[in-house]
């Protein structure tokens, strides 16, 4: 069965910390994105990987960096956290011959 | 500008009846929509989808109808359970350049009474 693994499923932070989400999959999927998803504000895409070393930015990139090394991993970096990024975080990839995406399980990150 | 928009934050439906999730969109490159179901602290999981090529499609309870005049797709559930409860997000996308996004809907939270 296809898997995107997200290291961690809950987070606490501090305000000004430097943050990593680590997202993996195991499907050989050229295109991998990272969505938070807050109430009332649905799915918003942040940034996004179509090739390794390949990033783009999405809707609301401003606080975030992303980094590709690997095909198969795609991290997030909150470079310095703040309360407004408190915020359920997924990861999804989606394979060259899909028009749909895997999604991981999320990871609930808190910043206090 | 919202291009893909579920105006319904939330429904509520007796068990064994239909449910009914509408969602409307505004880009006319749209060619390829998708329902995605959420629980809580899980990730979206892929649902049922169609082509703008059709405006019909089935999976067991799931129905996907799409009226492309009217940039309008709707989800039906027959009968819906209590296990359908759950958000569910409405996604579009295009074909070409920039076919690696799926533009999403804010989500209609659907609980189903039992």
């Known amino acids: 069965d296809v898997k995107v693994t997200q290291s961690s499923r809950y987070l606490v932070k501090r305000t000004g910390e430097k943050v990593f989400l680590e997202c993996v999959q195991d499907?050989?999927?050229?295109?991998m994105f990272w969505y938070r998803q807050d109430p009332g504000l649905g799915l918003r895409l942040i940034y996004f990987?179509?090739?390794?070393?390949?990033?783009e930015k999405g809707d609301i990139p401003e606080g975030y960096s992303v980094s590709r090394e690997k095909k198969e991993r795609f991290s997030l970096i909150l470079e310095s956290a703040s309360t407004n990024q408190t915020s359920m975080y997924l990861c999804?990839?989606?394979?060259?011959?899909?028009?749909?995406?895997?999604f991981g399980s999320g990871t609930r990150l808190t910043v206090v | 500008d919202q291009q893909v928009k579920q105006n319904s934050p939330s429904l509520s439906v007796q068990e064994g009846r239909i449910s009914i999730l509408n969602c409307d969109y505004t880009?006319?490159?749209?060619?390829?929509f998708l329902w995605y179901k959420k629980y809580p602290a899980e990730g979206p999981t892929f649902l049922i989808s169609?082509?703008?090529?059709?405006d019909k499609n089935e999976d067991g309870r799931f129905t996907v109808f799409l009226n492309k005049s009217a940039k309008h797709l709707s989800l039906h559930i027959v009968p819906s359970q209590p296990g359908d409860s759950a958000v569910y997000f409405c996604?579009?996308?295009?074909?070409?350049?920039?076919?690696?996004?799926?533009?999403f809907g804010k989500g209609t939270k659907l609980s189903v009474i039992p």
């Open positions: 999804a990839s989606r394979g060259s011959g899909s028009r749909s995406y895997t």
């Open positions: 499907m050989d999927h050229e295109n």
């Open positions: 990987s179509y090739d390794v070393k390949m990033k």
């Open positions: 880009n006319s490159m749209f060619d390829y």
């Open positions: 169609i082509s703008s090529i059709k």
């Open positions: 996604a579009a996308s295009k074909s070409g350049a920039g076919s690696y996004q799926l533009t």
